[in-house]
């Protein structure tokens, strides 16, 4: 590709060049014309000099038929030898003049004819080096009639005319090698800037648009965590207000409290898909390809939307299919999730389906319904963050607007295509090509589950002491053994506390990322193994949802829980690290 564009700026400049051949043919001819009047025939010079005024506008023509043309690089050559040809006629026709002025009996016309044939000569140069064959043949067009003529003429300096000619011819030969070279070099030099300059404007322009992403992300991330905690004050408050009246009574408890913990659900759905598209972006997520059936997984999503579509007023239509499928099975019905759960969210009449349909090696999963559609322009839009067409107002009730992100980041963690088709008021259909399964895979051995409940010991390091309070207290109740400090050296001494009065077992240590005086989770985790003696399964809790913080846990080791959690994601996490230890 690059030598291409060489080759084709190369002969660009031969034609370029040739104008400028032009203007000193008329203006060097003329000249020619008149002082080789008295020597040469009139007739002879005519007939020249419309030969060389035919040549130069038919030269002139070719070069305005090269420039309006767009050419490949296979049709270029012909080109460079056309302009070649030009030359060589051109030199033979300055050469024609060479034998005519060569008149040693006339020294002012020979010296003229020995002038122009040299400044000719040496013209070529910068003009034709461009393509070498060009230059070559009309520096040998010009001489070699001078040079028959320099022999056949009986003359004292004969041999001396001859060796600066042979000289002459040589030295412009080798400078044509070093032009040749130096303009495939600037050419070179030229397209790799101009290269770098596109590439700059591409990082400039992915840049500004990460920018302008970002700062949408982070505002409209910034109002929908503000709305739900927000929402969670002013009920604290009503809470606070009721009870300095007196007793609450059990319905407004009941009726605040289940607003409550609505609003810390909504929030605590921001929170996850904030961090789902963090692992994602991470590339901490492993990808665990299985054979999926598809019908179980269809069966799923149809007993789990079954609901929803009777209170919408929905048909929820599966198409049965005995096709199998290589897929993360997690990640696949999370996708499929997603894109279910949208099309009932924006379908207000008409039906939701779930199909797929074979593609070569590949199974299409397709979700249609017939909502609203998507503009063209707009399709590429709904798979960025926060972007959610229909509801302008944001309404927490229509999603996130993180669903569809996360789709396409996990779609192309599985390198699964995703693909949208819609038509405005007709509906839309999204769709993820799976690999097809041909034969029967064996089943996957199902691992033992570990027992519903166990009781472990735990040491815990927070400095908040709210948060460590209430860990405590939720840990114990659970019936874990429990030696807790704001500090890795408090819960050492406590830990040392309760193995003085008796036996005091470690199986488990929970801290929080960020600790007081910049000390980390992860230094506190090695303290307490050091202390402990042995390299205990440990959970980090944080609210850092950042990809590097992702990465930094993931290669520690440690598990990972993030702000705000329940009692059952801790309890699931305790499970699976006892379980893991």
Known sequence: MQEAKIRHALIE??????????????????????????????????????????????????????????????????????????SWVSGLLWGALGWAGFLPEEPAVLSFTVIVLTGLVCGTVPSLSAFPPALIGSILATVIPVAIRC???????????????ASLVAINFYYCRITYRMLRETISLRLENESLVVHLEEERDRAQTADRAKTRFLAAASHDLRQPIHALSLLVST??????????????????????????????????????????????VTVTPETVPLRQLFRDLHDEFAGEAKQRGLAWR??????????????LRRILNNLVSNAFRYTTEGSVLLGCRRRGSLVEIQVLDTGPGIPGDQQTMVFEEFVQLQNPARDRT???????????????????????VSTPGRGSMFSIAVPNIRTTAAPRPVEAMPPAGIA??????EDESDVLDAMVQLLSLEG????????????????????????APVDLIVADYRLADGVTGFDAIQALRAHVGRSVPAIIVTGDTSPARLKEVSASGARILHKPITGEDLREAILAACRRG
């Open 456 to 461: 472990a010991g735990i040491m815990v390091v």
């Open 318 to 331: 599966v198409a049965d299919s005995s096709l199998r499928v290589e897929s993360d099975p997690m990640m």
């Open 239 to 284: 809470l606070a207000m009721l009870g300095q009246r007196g007793d609450v009574p059990s319905g407004d408890a009941r009726n605040l409290a289940s607003r409550a913990k609505s609003v810390v659900g909504n929030l605590s759905g921001l929170l996850n898909a904030l961090l789902d598209i963090s692992k994602l972006d991470a590339g901490i």
């Open 151 to 165: 022999i056949t003429a009986e003359s004292d300096f004969s041999g001396a005319f001859l060796f600066l000619l």
């Open 13 to 86: 400049l031969l034609y370029r060049n040739s104008y400028g051949v032009v203007i000193s043919n008329i203006v060097i001819s003329l000249a020619a014309v008149y002082v080789l009047s008295n020597a040469v025939s009139t007739t002879w010079l005519a007939t020249w000099l419309g030969a060389l005024y035919l040549l130069t506008a038919t030269r002139v023509l070719a070069s305005r038929s090269f420039f309006r043309r767009r050419l490949d690089s296979g049709s270029l050559m012909p080109w460079a030898w056309l302009a070649a040809g030009f």
């Open 480 to 503: 874990h053994r429990v030696y807790a400090g704001r500090s890795a050296a408090e819960a050492q001494g406590a830990h040392a506390k309760a193995l003085a009065a008796g036996e």
């Open 398 to 420: 229509q999603g996130l607007g993180l669903g569809l992100a996360i789709v396409r980041r996990t779609a192309q963690l599985l390198k699964h295509p995703l693909r949208l």
